[in-house]
């Protein structure tokens, strides 16, 4: 399947500048891009062997075009607590109102439900890939995979392993985790596949070591990502060294299970990380999902954006919804500099990010943990939405400009189409 298409053409091949196309061109076959160019010889020339004459134009117009969303950390069964207890700390948070919520997922009608809203808002919002926490539930879990790939967006799914300092009904012994995690792993396995499972440690507090090892050894057995949260807290990382005294940092405790870079991993938050921890995070390229919102609205803390970005360290956004309030990645973006511009008052050396910096961010940088997601250079995956900004004022700005506008005071209904791999994404059913 080959298309090409027109429009305003806007991405980040480096974090520090855009490349934009005026009335470009992009050459897609099966859903991986082939070129991009600013008129249609240049396309032509750059990828000969697709025959860019053959294919008809599809003409997007005054539109902007680029590339799709990446959610690098969201609980999908907190949906219904989105916006709910913004006014507690994360440890009274997750007892008081996360726990109880998640407990729901053993009925999987009121997973089913939920999980529909949830991906439907994501879809709203352009959020085409998505690191995500389920439940402990194995059925509920495969009822969230299930809706991923029905809608055709791509993500890693995240059976949530826990068995301590949580309600019973949110405990699972060692042996029916393995049991579920290995029933999901069968029926997902394929590694190319959209949708994949990801082994999901709640985070050490919740793990005892035996279950911490058998998470370490399924990553391992069956080659699978890691994803988990790390240092969001200051009294969560006391309460770790306490659990885990011969880690020599919060992160050592995962890395000693075989669960920090052994196999893809991410680690949300990250807020008080430094020493030890990041060169740990530098060795071993542990992806950071940065997470403003939850940050801010749990009182956690100013992740220091720009070290993470001076250290090369691999580093994504996610919403953490409902710690973070917001489903709305663009929205994501802006959090994110007015985050870094607070770290700056704190420390003038570090400066506050860019427009570029972050949309590489949360587009390139983050999509790497896919494979190749994230941009439209030739060989990524054709991830892509189409912009209409139309009751912006597009006429009175740049393109830059235009892009900024509708990051900044945009939303959902200036998006006109979505791409995932290639494939138009229609909005999914709710019920
Ligand atoms: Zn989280």
Known sequence: MKNVYKAHILFTKEKNKFD????????????????????????????????????????????LLI???????????????????????LLPWLQNYTFPEESKYADTHYAERMYRRFLHTQWLFGTMRSVVFGTIHTDSTRILMKLYQEAGMGAMVGKVAMNRNCPDTLSEDVESYIQGQEALIAE????NALVRPIVTPRFVPSCTPELLRACGELANKYQLPVQS???????????VAELEKESTCYGD?????????????????CVWTNGNELELMKKNKVMVAHCPTSNFNLSSGLAPVRTF???????????DI?????LNMFRMLVYAIQVSKMHYQLDKNKAFLTLPEIFWIATKSAGSFFGKVGSFEPGYEFDALVIDDEVLHPDEYSLLHRLERFIYVGDDRQILHRFCRGQEIKEPKMI
């Open 188 to 191: 997902f396995g394929d590694k």
């Open 322 to 326: 409902s710690g973070g309030h917001d």
């Open 20 to 63: 934009v196309f005026e009335n470009g061109y992009i050459a897609v076959e099966d859903g991986i891009v082939q070129g991009v160019a600013g008129s249609l010889k240049e396309l032509s020339a750059q990828c000969p062997a697709f025959n860019v004459e053959s294919v008809k134009v599809i003409d997007f117009g005054n539109r």
């Open 253 to 269: 405790a995962y890395n000693r299970y075989g669960l920090f870079g052994q196999t893809p991993t991410i680690m949300a938050h």
């Open 229 to 239: 949260h790390l240092s969001e807290n200051t009294s969560e990382i006391a309460w």
């Open 67 to 89: 590339p799709a969303m990446n959610d690098m950390h969201v609980h999908a069964p907190q949906v219904h607590n989105q916006g709910v207890a913004m006014d507690l700390e």
């Open 309 to 319: 970005l001076d250290e090369d360290l691999p580093i994504g956004l996610g919403s």
